[in-house]
């Protein structure tokens, strides 16, 4: 049988059909050719967008309609802080929760058109150091959204922390870091935060998929989250509102700035609300805090405001206070008995996180050495708000020390790692020392001893 005549290109300038008696011809167009100047070679004209709002969420989404027009309500400015009636305690219903002229049917529109917080959850991971680096961003959320309620989800070590933050309503014990979580306590914290109906979830956990799967159960509008810089990211952002590309798996790799990323989300500048500058760190120590720790140090026997704190005592407990971007942070006793003895005029008071550690201290530096034991952060910053200043390791105590302006002295392994966990140390008072071998093990005394005139003693200046 013969073979019917190939179609011309003319009839098809692209394929020609298959069928059982027919070859395909497949012809490039002139404009994918990049060597043909014929007049078809114009390219379509396609739009670019720099910044879409999240490009997994849809593909086809150019982001806000530039000619939309908003009115004057619920549209400009910052949200406005509901006044709340007073509570009556003969109510057998509980406390009335809704503020004077709160009608329900209207409650959804500032949230969608001026993206009103109402309630927000930020899980925190990490420790005490980074969830003491996150205060400013608590503060931040707080001066931006006028009356939002702000709930924190940490870690055990991590919730202490809290006790020192005044813009946090609860603080709930989960471990976000638990690559493997208990199914019941999995489930449990899910049904917990759903039930709470938050505006707004952040996470500061490096996640992937299965972290971004548990903020999307817990049905909040907006779900803000750090994701991994690899493949292990895929398919999160699919369920989250805003990502954010961490620059290594360990976030706190970035020092005093490691949530550089998400505040500048949260600072953005809005309709006629312009950004959000990042407040300093500050925290607040309450009287009966105070009076605790009064006691511990007076039976350790100094006076307020006559003595320097010395943290940062090598240690394998978990009370140590480290960062996880530095763990060599920690220094043997034996070089803090040389650094306390150049000290004049005050009386160093050794901070120790475990009871066996006592023991060590009163054999290296002496039986009449001050020591006082405190495992919380909030009992080490009411101690460092009475002392004269703090010489430490990078730990939380030098962080306490800068937010409650005390003078100090912060050790660290290498020059890198001092300027990325204290920016700006001599307008925070602080002097930092650094080994020149890149090992804490190695840092010079002699230069701990120069610096110490940082605590304007006279007689500090003749050691």
């Not at 093990?441 to 701990?448: G, T």
Request: glycine content about 6%.
């Amino acid at each position: 049988m013969a073979t019917p005549p190939l179609l011309p290109k003319s009839t098809c300038p692209f394929l020609s059909l298959p069928s059982a008696h027919t070859r395909t011809h497949f012809i490039k167009p002139s404009f994918l050719n990049p060597l043909d100047k014929s007049p078809c070679t114009k390219r379509p004209s396609v739009q670019v967008h720099l910044k879409k709002k999240n490009p997994w969420l849809d593909l086809f989404d150019d982001g806000e309609d530039p000619n939309l027009e908003y009115g004057s309500l619920f549209a400009d400015g910052k949200q406005d802080e509901d006044p709340r009636p007073p509570d009556n305690p003969d109510n057998p219903y509980g406390f009335l929760k809704f503020p004077k002229g709160f009608t329900v049917e209207l409650a959804s529109l500032p949230l969608k058109i001026r993206g009103d917080v109402r309630r927000c959850c930020c899980m925190i991971s990490g420790g005490v150091y980074e969830n003491l680096l996150f205060f400013p961003a608590i503060q931040l959320i707080k001066d931006r959204y006028p009356g939002v309620q702000i709930d924190v989800v940490a870690s055990a070590r991590g919730k202490q922390t809290h006790e020192l933050n005044k813009n946090v309503r609860w603080a709930d014990v989960y471990d976000i870091d638990d690559d493997w979580p208990d199914p019941g306590d999995y489930t449990d914290m899910t049904g917990l935060l759903k039930g709470r109906y938050y505006d707004m979830v952040l996470s500061t956990r490096v996640g992937g998929l299965g972290h971004a799967a548990f903020l999307f159960m817990t049905t909040a509008r907006d779900r803000v989250c750090y994701i991994y810089p690899n493949v292990n990211a895929a398919g999160a952002g699919l369920l989250l509102s805003e990502t954010f590309t961490a620059e290594s798996v360990n976030l706190s790799e970035g020092g005093y700035n490691m949530y550089q990323q998400m505040v500048d989300w949260l600072g953005r500048p809005s309709r006629s609300v312009p950004r959000q500058p990042l407040p300093p760190l500050k925290v607040s120590i309450s009287r009966k805090l105070k009076a605790v720790v009064a006691e511990k140090y007076t039976k350790a026997g100094v006076e307020k405001g006559k003595y320097i704190v010395i943290h940062g005592i090598e240690s394998d407990s978990k009370a140590s206070m480290q960062s996880r971007g530095d763990i060599d942070s920690l220094l043997p006793i034996q070089v803090w008995a040389d650094i306390a003895n150049s000290i004049r005029g005050m009386k160093p008071v050794f901070v120790i996180p475990h009871e066996k550690e006592r023991e060590n201290v009163e054999e290296i530096v002496g039986e009449d050495a001050s020591i006082v034991f405190i495992t919380t952060p909030g009992q080490l910053a009411a101690l460092i708000n009475d002392s004269a200043g703090v010489i430490a390791t990078n730990t939380a105590a030098v962080q306490l020390a800068n937010a409650r302006e005390k003078p100090s002295i912060a050790l660290f392994c290498s020059e890198l790692k001092g300027r990325l966990f204290v920016p700006n140390a001599e307008q925070k008072k602080c002097i930092v020392v650094s080994s020149k071998t890149g090992k804490l093990i190695d840092i010079e005394v002699e230069a701990v001893k120069q610096a110490m005139p940082i605590f304007d003693v006279p007689s500090l200046a003749l050691a």
